[in-house]
């Protein structure tokens, strides 16, 4: 475990009272642990704008029956293999799909291919999940 340090910070009470009921809610089990999730929570985000090799999974709702939308959403995901880590497939019901699609590489190309797979004509619902390999988040 890395070496930890002790802060002090200044903030208006009815801000860190609401921040504190907020942690709770969540479960947090310290006020420590809150706000250590908001600060890696930051580290993500700057490492989706930086252009960085990032870890997401995204997430599609499409119904199979529609023309040739399982053979593009196929397609564009071969086009994708390097970036592509794995994918898992449920048959919600007779009609709907939904796939999660895990997958590692520059920001770059997994917004692009995030955003090829949206634009698949019937494509009912696609989102993306912006997480981290972890490496530069301690
Ligand atoms: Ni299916």
Known sequence: ???TTRISISIEEDIIE???ALAEASGFPTRS???KHLIKSAFVQEEWKTGEVVAGVITVVYD???PSVLQKITEIQHD???I???SQHVHIDHHNCLENIIVQGTVG???KFHK???AVKGMKHSTLSMTTTGKNIG
Do not use: Y
């Open 1 to 3: 475990m890395p070496n």
């Open 18 to 20: 609401r921040f504190d």
């Open 33 to 35: 642990e809150a706000i």
């Open 64 to 66: 199979h029956h529609k």
């Open 80 to 82: 994708n293999g390097k």
């Open 84 to 86: 592509v880590v794995c």
């Open 109 to 111: 190309s997994v917004q």
């Open 116 to 118: 090829a797979l949206s």
